[in-house]
């Protein structure tokens, strides 16, 4: 069994990114694994738990900087990673991001499932495992929670809005994950000493066959406009006294106008 778990690199402190003057990208803080795309890890890692002979790893596509968090993958039981690294990359929306994971896919081959964490904390977009499934053809489940293989058959929980399903399927397959309640392992020290050593596969564009024109900026339909910190303002605190006062509030609180009590 072969597990491919594609990976975001996202700012672990308070949310204060903002866009750079020149090219429409986000710049941030210290930088760690998506927490869904890390339960994906998780669940893949368990899956190797119980078949030692499975073999997990995982992919993303940032700059060079983001070895260090797929060490932190290797570390917790990954057994290789590879970092889709090309300076033309930047600013990449997710059409993009897809078809170049997409690429690197086919160039790796072999996967029998291939995990996405449902959405990114810094945009939520979603969009990466259906695309995939688009891309490559394969049957996908989203708001998955917990999968179990047994040969070619694949069955797995979805949970969506407190309400969970569980359905059957084959291998080969995309999975979109969602976060778990249950906790992600820590990296044990001999998981620590082999990440050091790991080899990082890294691909360029010319390694998957695409060209600059259909990446970064130049290949994105889309492009992030603005980022915001959102503000939040306790609101006044409206007490009435009767049915008619009480009515006219709540008027006046849908309205979003103000009314002083």
Known sequence: MNI??????????????????????LSGGRLGINPADAYALELALRIKDNAPETMVTVVTMAPSYAENALRDAIAAGADHAVLVC????AGSDTLVTANIIAAAINRLGGFDLILCGRKAIDSETGHIAPQLSERLGLPMAAAVTAFAIDGDTLRICCTNDGVSAEYEGAVPAVLSVCNGTDMVRSPTVMG?????????EHLTLADIGISAENAGLHGSPTRTAAVETMSFRKGKKCVCTDADAGAQALIELIKGGKRDE
């Open 4 to 25: 491919l778990v594609c990976l975001k690199i996202v700012s672990q402190a308070t949310f204060t990114d903002s866009l750079t003057d020149n090219d429409d990208r």
């Open 86 to 89: 090309d300076s033309a990359l």
């Open 192 to 200: 620590m000493r082999r990440s050091k050593k790991a080899v990082i």
